[in-house]
């Protein structure tokens, strides 16, 4: 999970939100030499959830907010080494800065996306999917204004973009249970949390969790997020519980719909163990 890549002053707070440009391209070209495989949201969900396999040491790039900064900073870094991503974009906020809508946060408020931008970087082979329609979190929220963000966003960036809008994220890693029902509802057959931890078959579609790559990452921090650190956090298991547990009326047609052939048999597998490096 990345924010923002830029070069930006050293700072003590916030650090989760920032990548610098050198490290990120340091980063990158550890997956390359490492023999990891960075694969699209697709194929990540298909090997998750369906029939198809996943590669050994399978990372899928994530990168919340649309920044502007993204196009310069990350996406020549990607394409050199021909890496899929998946950028989720602020519906109500296309083209203009970020409104923290924390009070008391003194942090700079960066360019978003514009419309031509996002859907160039479409056009590039970078998934786009939504992260609400103006930044709010949905956990303080009732059902229906949930509904709102979840269904607006949607169907605003697909007559943005011209193409279907599947794959969602939550803003401030914020949701409850209400939540992932309505993002069933609205259509999406994916959505990004802030749990922490590799995602794997025990995950639900709707409740992906990633593993956050912060301004302090140095390699060895990179390569220990990606190699050892794959233990959930106690919240990623309570929520796995949850999932277990509940029935999502459109559980089956979430699965059938990402290859037509429903959740795999479960294995006991490395690749089952460690899953997706998200």
Known sequence: MYHQVGRFKAMKAHRANYCDAGRFARQMRLLAMGRFHVIGLQQALSGL???????????????????AGFVDEALPVLQEYDFPATVYAISGWVGKRMQWADSGMERPQPELMTAAQLRAVQAAGITVGS??????????????????????SRSELEDLLGQPVEHLCYPFGSFDQHSVRLAAQAGYRSAMTCLRGAATRLDHPLLLPRKAISFGDNLIGFAWKLLVKHRPKPVLAAWRRWAADARFEQDNELLDALDGQGRAPATNSAQDAHGVQL
Not at 132 to 148: I, W
């Open 49 to 67: 959830f369906g029939a198809g396999p996943l590669p050994p040491r399978a990372v899928l790039l994530t990168f919340d907010d649309a920044y």
């Open 131 to 152: 992260h609400s329609q103006t930044h709010r979190r949905l956990a303080v929220l009732d059902p229906a204004e949930q509904a709102q963000e979840l269904r607006d």
